[in-house]
């Protein structure tokens, strides 16, 4: 087996000393021939995956966080990365309502499979895969998983021709990943603590100035649905759409990698309807119950093929943990069946977990 393992050495977790624990476990597989390459700036992971097919690698192992593995499916599935670093100063609905919706994705079977181990701070895309969050134990799990030729095939999704494995949207997400982005400049360490309370500044700030977010949503079934002024809208492609430490935000529990996008939204932040919903995004209140007393101030959709996203003024859009520019609509969707990962089989059910059980995760983690 021939693998290329991509290493971002900016990613949050990467030490020299988890390298070396973790090629101790990958070097020993029977007959894996392993290149191993570093990123030496942002967006050089998009140029080492591009025009690879399965000719050249039978495997693509990423080391390091959702933005790593954001610019391996762009490299190895052919998203337009120019298109989104040239996003930032593009406001024009008119032309980003025209954009080509990119080109068709390649064959699964003709692209290496993909692999992630996490080095970063969320790591969204490798835990809902079923990975550990820490790298080295992720790595004896690859190692069995290579070994056995464990690998399935997973939905993946596109934002104007550009793809994204994890979560995309306009809003508090977007506002917390450019606060993070500021903070991380001036030197702080992107701990769940510093998440957490930039999250609470930011929900503060658009409970004040609300964003009045559109969507028009079509279902992977052909239902229909489009509504105004949302203060708050998620899209996902995974479950959980993100995590702060060891606490899932669980916005669509039926979601998951085989699955269209989901998408949830509140339509108030104010009162008690607003505290409920902000529980139930930090992984609370999955009850019966608590599910019902939200159901009216919710929106939400599990299986949704084509998204369109607007904004009555431009604002942060981010991808997958990324700030992607300033934009007033954006066209999101599903493809399929997109890319081979090596991943363990069984589901990870984090909104099955009980309350005294998120809490206890919650309170071990401080
Ligand atoms: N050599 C490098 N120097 C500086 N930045 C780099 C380098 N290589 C990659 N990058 C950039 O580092 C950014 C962050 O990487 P990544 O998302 O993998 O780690 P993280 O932010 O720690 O993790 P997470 O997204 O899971 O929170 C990416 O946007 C990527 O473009």
Request: glycine share 10%; proline share 7%.
């Amino acid at each position: 087996m021939r693998a290329l393992l991509i290493t971002n050495p900016n990613s949050t977790g990467q030490r020299p000393e988890v390298m070396r624990q973790v090629l101790a476990h990958l070097l020993p597989l029977p007959g894996l021939r392993l290149k191993s390459v570093f990123t030496h700036y942002p967006q050089h992971a998009v140029e080492l995956c591009a025009g690879l097919t399965r000719a050249d690698y039978d495997v693509v192992i990423g080391v390091g966080g959702d933005g790593t593995l954001n610019e391996i499916i762009n490299g190895l599935l052919g998203g337009d990365a120019a298109g989104s670093e040239g996003a930032a100063d593009d406001t024009d609905p008119t032309r980003i309502a025209e954009a080509e919706p990119g080109a068709p994705a390649p064959e699964p079977a003709e692209l290496p499979a993909l692999a992630l181990l996490p080095t970063g701070s969320a790591n969204v895309f490798a835990r809902a895969l079923g990975f550990p969050q820490d790298p080295v134990a992720a790595a004896e799990l690859l190692a069995r998983l290579l070994r056995e030729d464990l690998r399935r095939t997973i939905h993946l999704a596109r934002w104007n021709g550009n793809w994204f494995g994890v979560n995309a949207g306009f809003g508090i997400d977007a506002d917390v990943i450019a606060r993070m982005e500021r903070a991380r400049s001036r030197g702080f360490a992107a701990t769940p603590l510093l998440y957490l309370t930039t999250s609470l500044l930011a929900w503060n700030r658009i409970r004040r100035d609300p964003p009045q977010i559109s969507v028009r949503a079509t279902s992977v079934d052909g239902g229909e649905m489009e509504l105004d002024d949302l203060p708050l809208l998620f899209a996902s492609n995974t479950n959980p759409w993100t995590f702060l430490g060891p606490l899932p935000v669980v916005t669509n529990p039926a979601n998951s990698f085989d699955r269209g996008l989901g998408l949830f939204g509140l339509t108030h932040l104010d009162g008690v309807g607003g505290v409920a919903g902000m529980l139930h995004l930090l992984g609370m209140g999955h009850s019966r119950w608590f599910e019902r007393f939200i159901e009216k101030r919710t929106v939400r959709v599990d299986d949704a093929a084509d998204l369109t996203l607007r904004s009555v003024r431009p604002r942060n859009f981010q991808v997958d943990g990324e700030l992607a520019g300033e934009f007033d609509e954006i066209r999101l969707h599903t493809v399929p069946d997109a890319i081979e990962v090596f991943a363990p089989r069984e589901e990870t059910r984090f909104s099955d977990r009980p309350l005294r059980q998120v809490l206890r995760d919650f309170l071990r983690w401080h």
